[in-house]
């Protein structure tokens, strides 16, 4: 009984860390993904008209390959904070999967908020498989560099 006791003290201080990581500036670690969330958010809204038309950009998929890179670039900048945290490898690795799904969402997300508020700019289900592309892109680049 004794044993069980001293694990779950042990236990109850490491959930006592994190929180104290959360409260001594482990939130500030998250400013450059916030920063490229309302980036991405910005150039995802651009309305159709003010884009840029060149002909053969548009034979390499230039659009989808400017998705993917946004969205491996995100994923990577969210699960940064993570590399140097005192989680442990089973909780970075469950929170670089929530990264991923939530990166996912946001580019669906992303698709709606252009077919209807974006004058110009329509749903794509290719964009968003792009999107999902990259933040698969970012999230084994994440766990290769971070070790995950």
Avoid at 106 to 125: A, H, M, N, V, Y
Avoid at 131 to 140: E, F, P, R, T
Wanted: net charge positive; aromatic share 22%; glycine share 6%.
């Amino acid at each position: 009984m004794l044993r069980l006791t001293k694990k779950w003290l042990v236990r109850m201080s490491d959930h006592s860390q994190h929180k104290f990581n959360w409260q001594k500036g482990f939130a500030k670690r998250f400013i450059p993904g916030i920063a490229w969330f309302f980036i991405v958010l910005y150039l995802m809204t651009i309305p159709g008209k003010e884009l840029p038309e060149v002909g053969w950009l548009d034979k390499i998929y230039f659009d989808k390959w400017v998705h993917a890179g946004l969205f491996a670039v995100m994923v990577f900048l969210f699960c940064w904070p993570f590399n140097r945290s005192s989680f442990i490898k089973p909780e970075r690795y469950n929170y670089f999967i929530r990264i991923a799904i939530a990166s996912c969402l946001w580019g669906l997300t992303i698709e709606f908020i252009q077919k209807f508020f974006i004058p110009g700019r329509s749903f794509d289900l290719w964009d968003w498989a792009a999107d999902s592309i990259g933040v698969l892109m970012g999230y084994v680049v994440s766990r290769r560099y971070f070790s995950v």
